[in-house]
């Protein structure tokens, strides 16, 4: 097996002949350089999307396919608002048709001749047969594999035979291969395949079917005639899509999980080579690629790099020998590819941009007797959740010259913040307690780091005039989160902080492991929708584990001591293996009946034996999660009284630590592991963190953007720990906040200021959405709901709530690995 890396200098040696060796890629752009208008993503990464021309897709486009003859292509949206199966012409670049779907995933595939579309129909457990003759779907016919949702079958990827009497279908949920008769309806057989399933794709002479085993590392060859697997192949971490060339001689397998392509020999049945498609020669897992699509002639091979927002370009006419050309930038998370004469078409799975929604519903300042403020004003469109803000769009993209391919190049170069000298050496300053590279000592020698829940900054800090707030998003204002104040000032204001998550699926994995596998982005949306499925997303499930696992691995690995407080673990239970044997076994889970107060008593407890015996550990990660609220259910603790418990327990914790003899060599990080549940008036991915130490320059007010990445790179670098993904490696560490010296003294924790006994007693039709809320676990109830209901316990019933915001960031100068302000 030959790797192949894709490397800056050696693919570019021409343009920059020593370019493996700097620091950061070029900076000056050829003149006839083809550059889109550049936009910063609040996780610190830019987009140039390449494309003369671009369509509005639906939430969340995962699969295209052209139909035969190329002349139209179906699309399948799948995110977490509406579901949509939409028929394009890419000839004309129009929307000939869109149909809604109740559920659906991934799965699409044309008939012979298109004369038939199917779809896969989601946890309904159903395939869609649209009628497709013409420029319009018909009336679909339903083919059932099975009882819906909560029967776990999740069809994935299809393929039909040539003859159009055969249906396969592949499970991500019972981990099966079905075959459906498609003239009678029926199930022929089912044969299990041992783990989710992605993609399926039959040979051209139908004998065989090549199977993607997402979850088990495996490519899969069987033979439609016996029934059987006929072979087995390991290949890399997750693949996912998989093509052919046109002779069905070689197989190409993306491997989202490891940066990588595989290419088989279909005839020895065996890897020729692994094509690497990061931006530079890096294990750190975040290119995630994800689709796959071959050249007219068949001699180029186009990757979607979701994590790295491009498309990896290779030379593929001599397999085996498989060469690089270049990269072309694209919109946000390009999530699928397909090629056409003269054309080559993206599907960005996140848009164009994180743009504001400016048709929100909009507070005024208007006060009632308590000071809070309750009145609204309607503008035009509806109230939106982040979960449902990520507009797909379809890129149509023409084949580049050479020329052309290298400024698309260093474009996508010039979008990545990440390079490997970030990688061996963050940014930072001399004589910061935040090291630069590993090995380098630190005199802070204990990390507490605190996990919150769902809190947007407006939410919380929006009253603070010293920061960039919004006072009328402001629901849990000083009076509610007095500690919350306190410890800004005392210690510093970020205001211009951003989670990399959208909601607590990929939160917990963002908040843990600096990365969210392409399992987990294209999951979560599903249950998030109300569409059935499991979360399945803090460690109970293998298939959404990164490759090299948490930060508690990396913390295994180091031999660094380690402990959780509730996080991916409860009473005592985990289910990750780095962490039996380091957990606070009286630490609740998430659970909305036990006070924040009452899980920072078990944690003093525990922390005052542990020291004691000299054993407390370098690293702990502590959950407070009662900030998510239980919004209106009749009984449960008010909206504000759940904040004021979650603030009162922040306070405690530092308090008591403070207090403690190892409070001159500590340091507390604290985030929300998303934002989802409020409004802001920068961005939804805005949200209050605090970093909490005797080194923190007092009073700091830091208008520097930071990200969840950011603070994880921070702590790594104080305990000596190397980056988790290209996410940290490149991300700006918080050394800015921090002085040479500490200055110890006490924090006193500010008293409660609102009844933490406030139940919700009033049944209205908040309380009457909010008895219906999923509770026990975290984000089973509809988030956008909770969210209103909420909004409208402080506001009052009749106040609309404004719509998240998501910006539009200008492009600042780029950070470079010699920046040592």
Known sequence: ?????????????????????????????????????????????????????????????????????????????????????????????????????????????????????????????????????????????????????????????????????????????????????????????????????????????????????????????????????????????????????????????????????????????????????????????????????????????????????????????????????????TGWYPTCVRTMPGKILVANGKGFSSLANPRGPQPVKRKDSSGYQTGTTEADGPVQYIGGLFKGTLSFIAPPSETQLKAYTQQVYQNTPFTPALEKQALGAAGNPVPRRAGEQSPIKHIFYIIKENRTYDQVLGDMPEGNGDSTLCLFPERVTPNHHALARQFALLDNFYVNAEVSADGHNWSTAAYATDFVEKTWPTSYGGRGGTYDFEGTRLAAYPRDGFIWDYCQRAGLSYRSYGEFAENGKTPLKALRGHICPRSPGFDMDVRDTERVRIWAQDFDSLLALGQVPQFSTIRLSNDHTSGQRLGKPTPRAAVADNDLALGQLVEHLAASKLWAESAVFVVEDDAQN????????????????????????????????????????????????????????????????????????????????????????SAERSARFNLAQEDAAPDLDLNEVVWKAIKGESSPMPAPRRGAFLRAAPLRDDDDD
Not at 2 to 26: D, E, H, I, N, T
Not at 197 to 211: E, H
């Open 1 to 329: 097996m030959k790797p192949v890396a894709l490397a800056l200098g050696l693919l570019l040696s021409a343009l920059a002949p020593a370019a493996a060796q700097l620091a950061a890629p070029p900076t000056q752009l050829p003149t006839n350089s083809p550059q889109a208008p550049k936009v910063l993503l609040p996780n610190g990464w830019s987009l140039t999307p390449a494309g003369a021309a671009s369509l509005p897709l639906g939430d969340l486009p995962l699969n295209m396919q052209l139909a035969p003859g190329g002349r139209r292509l179906a699309v399948t949206n799948n995110g977490q608002s509406r579901q949509t199966i939409q028929l394009i012409d890419p000839a004309t670049q129009q929307v000939l048709d869109e149909q809604t779907i109740g559920k659906s995933w991934y799965g699409l595939a044309w008939g012979p001749r298109g004369q038939h579309l199917y779809a896969a129909g989601g946890n309904d457990n159903i395939i869609l047969d649209y009628p497709a003759a013409g420029a319009k779907l018909g009336h679909p016919d339903t083919l059932r594999l099975g009882k819906p949702w909560p029967t776990k079958i999740g069809p994935a990827g299809l393929a039909v035979d040539a003859a159009g009497r055969r249906l396969y279908v592949v499970t991500k949920e019972d981990n099966a291969l079905y075959v459906m008769d498609l003239a009678t309806k029926k199930i022929v057989s089912r044969l299990g395949l041992g783990h989710e399933a992605y993609a399926c794709l039959l040979a051209p002479d139908g004998r065989t079917l090549y199977i993607s085993i997402w979850g088990g590392n495996q490519l899969l060859a069987y033979d439609t005639g016996t029934g059987k697997v006929r072979a087995t192949l390991a290949t890399q971490s997750h693949p996912n899509e998989l093509i052919q060339s046109r002779d069905g001689r070689y197989l190409y397998v993306a491997n989202a999980n490891d940066n990588s392509v595989s290419v088989v020999d279909a005839r020895s049945w065996r890897v020729l080579e692994t094509i690497s498609t990061a931006l530079y020669p890096t294990r750190l897992t975040g290119s995630t690629p994800n689709g796959l699509a071959l050249s007219s002639d068949g001699k180029t091979l186009y990757i979607a790099n979701a994590d790295n927002n491009c498309l990896a370009v290779f030379d593929v006419s001599r397999p085996g020998r498989s060469a690089a050309k270049g990269f072309i930038p």
């Open 678 to 765: 409020g409004p802001d008036h920068v961005d939804a991915h805005r949200s209050p963190a605090f970093v909490i130490s005797p080194y923190v320059r007092p009073g700091t007010v830091d208008h520097t953007l930071y990200t969840t990445a950011g603070i994880l790179r921070t702590m790594e670098l104080i305990l000596g720990l190397p980056p988790m993904s290209q996410y940290d490696a490149a991300a700006r560490p918080l050394f800015g906040c921090f002085q040479a010296a500490p200055a110890l003294g006490p924090y006193r924790a500010r008293p409660a200021q609102i009844d933490l006994n406030q139940r919700n007693t009033a049944w209205n039709r």
